[in-house]
């Protein structure tokens, strides 16, 4: 059965004992399955974009509207959010973030 790391309304991660060393992200209707290097470089990503749309004098667009852009490593694709949308999706990489550097501290003084 599957480690649930962290969710929230928009989504949720785990680990499946399976899939070494895979997190599974899943949010809205994505879902992706990533190594830690994978997941630290996608968090990368969107903290840039969400920083990018909070701290700016003019919002982006219409914060109910699906008008934010993520770029992808993938040629000619991003993944489009709302504000909101992009909220969830940060606080969730940043929960699953800090509950997996917490547990290789654990393992680390055990």
């Known amino acids: 059965m ?3 790391l962290h969710h929230n309304t928009f989504g949720y991660t785990a680990r499946c004992p399976r899939a070494a060393g895979f997190v599974h992200l899943c949010f809205g209707n994505l879902g992706l399955a990533l190594t830690p290097a994978e997941l630290a470089d996608f968090r990368t990503r969107i ?3 969400y ?8 919002p982006p667009c219409d914060p109910d509207a699906r008008c ?6 993938a040629t000619r694709m991003a993944m489009v959010f709302t504000l909101a949308e992009l909220t969830q999706l ?5 929960c699953t973030a800090l509950f997996l550097e917490a547990e290789e501290l654990l393992k680390g003084g055990a």
């Open 68 to 73: 934010i852009a993520v770029p992808t490593p």
């Open 47 to 49: 903290a840039s974009t």
């Open 90 to 94: 940060v606080e969730l990489l940043d």
């Open 2 to 4: 599957a480690q649930l």
């Open 51 to 58: 920083r990018q749309c909070t701290t700016s004098s003019r």
